[in-house]
Nanobody, 124 residues
Framework: QLQLVESGGGLVQPGGSLRLSCAAS????????IGWFRQAPGKEREGVSC????????KYDDSVKGRFTISRDNAKNTVYLQMNTLEPEDTAVYYC?????????????????WGQGTQVTVSS
């Protein structure tokens, strides 16, 4: 019963901020890389960001570089996605996922465990 649970989504105005959390239960995130993905209505799921097990390596899709920041607190078994300067195009369901490949990360690699998602809506 390995589980990932996202939280922190909601409705914000353009230019606003949200912080998403991904909490793990049933296993420790210490040796897993974590990725954030999103899927908007009618669009293909895309990788947003990822972070290695130690937090030493991070990746971002070009669409969010400079606006989003991924971080992790292994002591809390939680990964965060700080989203600033949000745009309507960021509206999507956001998912976190874990992969056993832990010494680096890639938003294009396969992931083993997935959360159920949290809705982010950016609208005026």
């Amino acid at each position: 019963q390995l589980q990932l649970v996202e939280s922190g989504g909601g409705l914000v105005q353009p230019g606003g901020s949200l912080r998403l959390s991904c909490a793990a239960s049933g296993f420790t995130l210490d040796y897993y890389a974590i990725g954030w993905f999103r899927q908007a209505p009618g669009k293909e799921r895309e990788g947003v960001s990822c972070i290695s097990s130690s937090g030493g390596s991070t990746k971002y899709d070009d669409s969010v570089k400079g606006r989003f920041t991924i971080s992790r607190d292994n002591a809390k078994n939680t990964v965060y996605l700080q989203m600033n300067t949000l745009e309507p195009e960021d509206t999507a369901v956001y998912y976190c996922a874990a992969t056993k490949i832990s010494f680096y990360c890639s938003i294009y690699a396969p992931y083993d465990y997935w959360g159920q998602g949290t809705q982010v809506t950016v609208s005026s």
